[in-house]
């Protein structure tokens, strides 16, 4: 039997099973891990948000891959930001409020603000990608306005 002093019931549960059933600790020191399991719990209520980010996340490595999936948690959850920069590192917080739309801000000025950052332009035509090829598809208006963004990321300008 293997030793589970000191650890919580479900890890004493699954201590020593295989394959080896990840503790919380295990998470909380690998902060790769640790990222994907908060974007886990975070969009666990919502599987059409988890599917968007894992399929806008496709194609990217490393932070760019954490940036997308976690793109829309700002806009899309009560998730506090507080939280975000306590638990992320500061450039994943950096990204992911330059890819979160302001308040106050147009459409227009919120992508020429995105535009400042090759990652953030990177996964931003990815999410805008997978917003068009959603089997419901967008409005017409709102293809048009991804069309131009695409092409304002792409090539600087808004021309469609």
Request: charged share 25%.
């Amino acid at each position: 039997m293997a030793d589970t002093t000191g650890l919580s019931p479900v890890e004493e549960t699954h201590a020593g099973s295989t394959p080896a059933f990840p503790t919380v600790s295990s998470l909380l020191e690998d902060r790769g891990k640790r990222e994907l399991a908060y974007f886990a719990l975070i969009h666990f209520a919502d599987k059409d948000m988890a599917m968007h980010s894992c399929r806008v996340a496709i194609g990217h490595s490393g932070t760019a891959k954490v940036v997308a999936l976690l793109h829309d948690i700002m806009e899309d959850t009560r998730f506090p930001e507080a939280d975000l920069r306590r638990l992320f590192c500061a450039e994943t917080v950096r990204l992911v409020m330059l890819l979160t739309r302001q308040y106050a801000e147009t459409y227009v000025e919120y992508i020429d603000r995105v535009a400042t950052d090759p990652m953030a332009v990177q996964v931003k035509l990815s999410d805008i990608q997978d917003n068009l090829d959603r089997g419901d598809g967008p409005s017409t208006s709102l293809k048009t306005r991804y069309r131009k963004a695409s092409n304002r990321l792409r090539s600087g300008t808004w021309e469609a």
